[in-house]
């Protein structure tokens, strides 16, 4: 399988945190930039065979990428960072898409990821964490959660897209990545007449991925992980200080 890691986008506040950084990616957490934790953990699985990182061009030779084989631009939404990731690459074979603001991802986790994706050959596959892993390991770290019937999940920062889904999934990608941690706005997406189902509990991961494929025309589905570091992210300021304790500890 090969990977596309996102570190595109404008710097922000956690980028301010470095000054010289072209964002978030490219801030050290305990000495090491987020986008190449990113990296080391892909390149620490035996099945990845070529990684992508798509970047601002002004960051293009900076050393945190030098373990990409390719490097290429971003773009001003995320949705053209991605269909700059996923261009030329074979379109009925899924791709590993990562965040790269994930400071505790592990071998293992992307393992888990990648089989489960391979298994159900889905064309977009979207993983997610439910709480009770989570809270085992992290339950100091807060999370936005969702109540669905089988417990309550948080979306990850690891996704498989095949890239014949792309031109489909443009708009639904948009409209999910601005919900992401609004749940109640993401079941809003998948269609109002499921919406009671998830207020009170009840909306299961099956009929919502029935949803999402009929949304994309294409297969789609959850991918359940039981690794809390593919859903623990830096988005604030004060997610440094934390990411820096939790790799300490």
């Known amino acids: 399988m090969n990977a596309v890691v996102l570190a595109g986008g404008p710097p922000d506040a956690v980028a301010?945190?470095?000054p010289g950084a072209a964002n978030k990616a490219f801030v050290p957490i305990a000495g090491i930039t987020l986008v190449e934790r990113t990296l080391r953990a892909l390149r620490a699985v035996p099945r990845i065979t070529?990684?992508?990182?798509v970047a601002p061009s002004s960051a293009h030779e900076h050393p945190a990428l030098a373990l990409a084989d390719e490097r290429r631009p971003d773009g001003p939404r995320m949705i053209e960072s991605l269909t700059s990731g996923l261009a030329g690459f074979d379109p009925n074979a899924p791709i590993l898409?990562?965040?790269s603001d994930l400071p505790m991802l592990t071998r293992s986790a992307l393992d888990e990821v990648i089989e489960s994706a391979m298994q159900r050959d889905l064309d977009v596959a979207y993983s997610c964490l439910e709480r009770r892993y989570h809270d085992a390991e992290y339950a100091h770290v807060p999370h936005t959660w969702a109540r669905l019937r089988e417990g309550q999940f948080c979306?990850?920062?690891i996704t498989a897209i095949k890239p014949r889904a792309l031109p489909r999934l443009a708009q639904l990608l948009d409209a999910l990545g601005a919900a992401r941690k609004a749940p109640l706005r993401l079941a809003s997406i998948l269609g109002w007449d499921i919406v009671p189902a998830f207020l009170i509990g009840r909306l299961s991961i099956a009929n919502?991925?029935?949803r999402a494929t009929r949304l994309l025309g294409?297969?789609?589905g959850a991918i359940q992980c039981t690794h809390p570091e593919i859903a623990i992210n830096v988005d604030r300021v004060s997610d440094i200080s934390l990411a820096e304790r939790l790799l300490e500890r």
């Open 16 to 18: 301010a945190q470095a």
């Open 97 to 99: 898409v990562a965040a």
């Open 208 to 210: 919502a991925e029935a």
């Open 155 to 157: 979306g990850g920062g």
């Open 218 to 220: 294409a297969p789609a």
């Open 50 to 53: 070529y990684i992508v990182a």
